[in-house]
Every structure is written in structure tokens, then in C-alpha cells.
């Protein structure tokens, strides 16, 4: 963070102002950390902003750093022993990126739009984690909240049909990205049509003629090709099979 110098009071607490005008704060792993924590982080703390496509951590390299989504989207991958990539999940504000205590980096993170990025040591944090009970807790319910998404992940492409794929996609997309916005449910697809397929495990032609489906029964409206509008979005729901 590039304003480390400028303050703001809360209270009897000194706040650095870049954090207190940070979402993060409210909603990622900052929430639960003290003034004095925020002060101390901030002080090993930088920002970052990733154009879309660019790589943040390759797997199997060694992690330095953790960080906290600002604003973006981040594609988590797979990659086999033969060259072969799986797309396993995505990661939005105010996610925290990495695994606490692991030197290795066990998957491809990598920029799906232009994102932003907070970045801190893997030292800095992991201290901080030991004496906070209240932070290693916020982590540890992240781990718990990711497995459960996986395992909705595993239901949505082992059992449910290529319209509801593709409508539980465009769900995930509309209920994470800025979802207190203004404009409601209105997203750019952080993905392209072959990254979609790749992620729902069908072809790109299936991908493209579900997305012509939803847009004519008109749950969706589709501008420029990749600008999305959801106008109902409990209908989106419906089609996702979630109810």
C-alpha cells in the first residue's frame, strides 16, 4: 500500500486510511483484525494490479506471499503430469488467496479479468495468525466455505444437465461479482467460452447454445457478447436447478 504515512482515528485507534477505505476490510480476513493488526500489516503490505491473463502464482512454485482480492476475478487450475488443465474454481473479493503454512503452491492462480490485488509475506501473515485466534478462525471458515462450494461444484457437474450447468455458471458469476451494486446483477463474463466449457466439462458449441437458450427465454440478456444482465434472478436460480 502506497499510503502508509496517512492516518485516520476511529475512536482511540490509529487506522491506516488506505484500510479503512478498503472493503476487505469489512468482508475478507482484515475484518476480524485489530487497529494495531491492521497497522502492523500494513506496514508489510502492497498493492497490486494484475492484468487479465497474467499468471499471480504457478503451481508447484514457492509461495513468498499471500493476498486479499480487492477487485477481479482469479481462475484456480490444475495442471497434470502430461500437460493437461483443468480449471477448479475462482476466487473473488474479498477472497483470501494461498494456504497459510504451505511452501508450495499446489495450483495455478492466474488473473480471469484485470484484478487487484493486496499483497503481504507469508511470514508477516503466518505470525500474525499465531497470535490471533480470531484471524486463524476467519481462515479456517474460508477452508470450510470453499469445501462446501466444491462439493456443490462436484454435484453441478456429475449430475446435472448441460442448461443447468451452464445457468449455475452464470449464477456463481451474478451472486459473487460486486453483488451490492447499483445496477444489480449485471457482470462482464470474467471467462471466455472455452475456459466455460473447460470449467463445466462440456464443448464450447454446448456452452454457446445454452447461453442462446437462456438469453431467448430471456432469464439473461447478453450485450457485446459477453456483457450479462440477469433481470430475475430467482428465475436464474430456478434454471440453475438450485430450487
Known sequence: MTDNTHRSYEGDDIVPHVCRACESRHGGICSVLTHEQLVQLNKHSSRRTIEGGAE??????????????????????????????????????????????????ALTAEAATETEICAFPRAALERMIEQSPELEHKLYNQSLKELDEARDWMLTLGRKSAREKVASFLYLIATHIDPLADDGF??????????????????????????????????????????????????????????
Open 186 to 243: 449485471t457482470f462482464d463474463l470474467p471467462l471466455s467460452r472455452a475456459d466455460i466449457a473447460d470449467f463445466l466439462g462440456l464443448t464450447i458449441e454446448t456452452v454457446s447454445r445454452q447461453m442462446t437458450k437462456l438469453r431467448n427465454e430471456k432469464i439473461i440478456i447478453v450485450e457485446n457478447n459477453r456483457h450479462v444482465s440477469v433481470p430475475d434472478i430467482d428465475r436464474l436460480s430456478a434454471a440453475a436447478g438450485n430450487d
Open 56 to 105: 499471480v502464482v504457478g503451481q508447484g512454485e514457492s509461495v513468498g506471499s499471500y493476498s486479499n482480492i480487492l477487485r477481479g476475478v482469479v481462475k484456480l487450475s490444475k495442471m497434470m503430469a502430461d500437460g493437461r488443465q483443468q480449471i477448479v474454481g475462482l476466487q473473488f473479493a474479498p477472497d483470501f488467496m494461498g494456504r497459510p503454512f504451505s511452501h508450495e503452491s
